[in-house]
């Protein structure tokens, strides 16, 4: 009595399985790539609603509206950073300035050397779903995804690439770079859907 109620108390942070990593680690597979601004561009392709291509240079982009969102995140491999104010621009808002074709279902975010994963289109329109820029009101650095990484805060955070590049609007679902290689397709840490050998019928593609 008296006492603030704790974060437990309110409701649980972490999903099951996951614990509380202090700092921040760095994890990716492969080289962190150098960011070149004159050569840097986002794309939006695939069944766009004007059927044609759409791309931002890193000036444009940067001037979309910014909007911040404190999420968590959780990596599979069983670590979780708490409460980041992530600062970029939502999906929703790439969404409505290049918008998907009526018949879109999935869509795949891609990234530097081809790293990819793909997304229900209605887990890339989440509310929360954003192309972040800053933590904590701070640029991001190069190994954590600078200029500009996703985060879905409802799915294991291989959902959200570092080093993003664009999207591209499927009528059909496909996996990304870790969905083919034994994770998850949908990737729902509140369910713990870690692995693709735990998908049922409808979860995903066939491998
Ligand atoms: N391009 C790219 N993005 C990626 C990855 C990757 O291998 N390549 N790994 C993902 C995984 S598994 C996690 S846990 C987070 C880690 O982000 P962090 O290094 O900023 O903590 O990035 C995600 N984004
Ligand atoms: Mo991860």
């Known amino acids: 009595m008296g006492q603030p109620e704790s974060r437990e108390a309110q409701q649980p942070q972490l999903p099951p399985g996951q614990r509380l990593q202090r700092g921040w680690p760095v994890t990716h597979y492969g080289p962190v790539p150098r960011f070149r601004p004159d050569r840097w561009e986002f794309r939006v392709f695939g069944a766009?609603?004007?059927?044609?291509k759409h791309t931002w240079t890193h000036d444009e982009f940067t001037a979309l509206p910014y909007t911040t969102v404190v999420a968590d995140l959780h990596c599979v491999t069983k670590f979780s950073m708490l409460d980041a104010e992530w600062g970029g621009v939502l999906a929703r808002t790439v969404a409505e300035a290049a918008p998907p074709a009526g018949?879109?279902?999935h869509v795949m975010v891609w990234?530097?050397?081809?790293?990819?994963?793909?997304?229900?289109?209605?887990?890339?329109?989440?509310?929360?779903?954003?192309?972040?820029?800053?933590?904590d009101g701070?640029?991001?650095?190069?190994?954590?995804?600078?200029?500009?990484r996703l985060i879905v805060p409802h799915l294991y955070a291989w959902k959200g690439?570092?080093?993003?590049?664009?999207?591209?609007?499927?009528?059909?679902?496909?996996r990304g770079f870790w969905e083919e290689r034994g994770?998850?397709?949908?990737?729902?840490?509140?369910?713990?859907?870690?692995?693709?050998?735990?998908e049922e019928p409808g979860d995903g593609p066939g491998l």
């Not at 994770?183 to 735990?198: A, K, L």
Request: zero cysteines; charged letters at 25%; proline letters at 4%.
């Open 138 to 148: 701070e640029l991001l650095t190069a190994e954590h995804g600078f200029p500009l």
């Open 161 to 174: 690439p570092k080093w993003v590049r664009g999207i591209e609007y499927m009528t059909a679902d496909r």
């Open 111 to 135: 990234a530097e050397y081809g790293f990819s994963s793909n997304l229900r289109l209605s887990d890339f329109l989440d509310e929360r779903t954003v192309f972040a820029t800053h933590k």
């Open 183 to 198: 994770y998850h397709n949908t990737g729902d840490p509140w369910r713990e859907q870690r692995y693709s050998y735990q």
């Open 48 to 52: 766009t609603a004007e059927q044609g």
């Open 103 to 105: 018949h879109v279902t």
